[in-house]
């Protein structure tokens, strides 16, 4: 199990951080920061430029953390609550299929953070190593996960974005 475990922590995690270093730096053919800025005032978050670096940081922190399998939980919130507001903002639209641009590839990802949270993230881990991989995992944890990524994802997704206006109501 360790072996599996360790295969899909560190793709999933590398793919992850990968992820935020387009957004962050501009590598790999990525927009960088203010590419990512623009994409996010595109898709109506009030504060484009604040909300790319926290993505951007959170994709690459929590992708980092996932792939090493440190403080696990905490990184898997982090991709978790990037993957809630892509999917919604980004993929919902195209349905489920990553072919056509759909929120397969958001929700496979969310899903191995969950699960890595729930079964922790094995013995070739930091937090096995740190001593902390018991306090750190198990299905309480894979729900704390899930609970904290919900009600951070629907803050972002409502108050951090601006509305479509509506007959008789002002935007925002």
Do not use: C
Request: glycine residues 16%; without cysteine.
């Amino acid at each position: 199990m360790t072996l599996g475990l360790l295969i899909i922590r560190v793709i999933a995690g590398l793919t992850m951080a990968a992820h935020g270093g387009q957004k962050l730096f501009g590598w790999f053919g990525g927009p960088g920061r203010p590419g990512t800025a623009a994409m996010m005032e595109k898709v109506g978050f009030r504060e484009p430029a604040i909300m790319a670096s926290l993505a951007a940081l959170a994709e690459f922190g929590g992708g980092l953390g996932l792939a090493l399998g440190l403080l696990t939980p905490f990184a898997a919130i982090a991709i978790v609550v990037v993957m809630v507001n892509a999917a919604f903002t980004v993929h919902l639209k195209n349905g489920f299929w990553n072919t056509a641009g759909g929120y397969e590839y958001p929700v496979i990802l969310a899903a191995i953070a969950v699960g890595i949270a729930a079964t922790g993230p094995g013995d070739a881990s930091a937090d096995n190593a740190l001593g902390i991989m018991g306090a750190l995992s198990g299905d309480v944890w894979a729900a704390v996960v899930v609970l904290v990524a919900a009600i951070a994802g629907t803050l972002t997704l409502t108050v951090g974005r601006h509305h479509e206006q509506l007959p008789g109501h002002p935007v925002g």
